[in-house]
């Protein structure tokens, strides 16, 4: 336990000399950026996952073999914004890795600007998701999200990968085990409880609230950690450069 906590210590507030230095806190930050938007493209959006791309890949077999309430356009528009995010965050996340400050700056900023998008669309439309608009932001959010897990890979810090937690989850019961490594419990740990707190936030503005309130929320936290990020890079490399 006491490993545990030292190690959601040093992921929230990084000491100095940290090969990482501001990165983690900042990616738990982009963990609940994905429970939001996964909680808004599911709930709003015609069960569909922009981030989760396990699920979507199981919704569209659901949706061929007839299951009810799920499409099968839908996840195969979501994967394919995912996939043409990915490809586009490769790019810099090689041209910039010799500076992982940066990298996080241009990335959040570009999702910035696609969140703000899909905000501008559900605001003009009033809320009422129509084909159009669904399929508007389905494209606009996969776009940040396939984005977003490119250039997280890129960064490459352990345990935080702000996207997919089935491995998370089977490295904090695996590895828990005598004799296991143990890896980063903490970063582990806050992953999922960032995850759990970004989807019941969104959920909670999007069933009591509009649409626009949960996109604004992620909106709020992407340009939040896009000044972090950049303020950071221009002040030092700090631990924002690639480690060892």
Not at 33 to 41: F, H, I, N, R, W
Not at 73 to 84: E, I
Not at 119 to 134: N, P, R, Y
């Amino acid at each position: 336990m006491s490993k545990l906590l030292t190690d959601v210590a040093r992921t929230l507030v990084p000491p100095r000399g940290d090969p990482h230095g501001p990165l983690p806190p900042l990616l738990v930050v982009l963990t609940v950026v994905t429970g939001v938007v996964d909680a808004v493209s599911y709930l709003a959006l015609g069960h569909v996952f922009v981030a989760n791309m396990t699920g979507n890949v199981v919704f569209l077999g659901f949706a061929l073999a007839g299951a009810s309430g799920l499409s099968a356009p839908s996840s195969l528009a979501a994967m394919s914004a995912f996939l043409v995010g990915a490809l586009a965050g490769g790019r810099p996340a090689r041209r910039f890795a010799a500076h992982r400050g940066k990298l996080l700056a241009l990335s959040t900023s570009l999702q910035t600007v696609l969140v703000a998008a899909a905000l501008v669309v559900s605001a003009a439309a009033h809320a009422k998701v129509t084909d159009g608009v669904q399929y508007t932001l389905i494209v606009l959010l996969g776009l940040g999200m396939g984005l977003q897990n490119a250039v997280v890979r890129g960064i490459g810090v352990p345990d935080l990968n702000t996207t997919v937690l089935t491995m998370t989850l089977t490295g904090l019961a695996a590895d828990s085990a005598p004799g296991g490594d143990p890896g980063h419990p903490g970063r582990r740990v806050l992953s999922v409880l960032a995850m759990f707190t970004g989807a019941f936030l969104g959920a909670q503005l999007l069933l009591h609230t509009r649409l626009e309130a949960p996109l604004g929320l992620a909106l709020l936290l992407l340009a939040a950690v896009s000044a972090t990020a950049l303020r950071l890079s221009r002040g030092g490399p700090g631990g924002l450069t690639p480690p060892g």
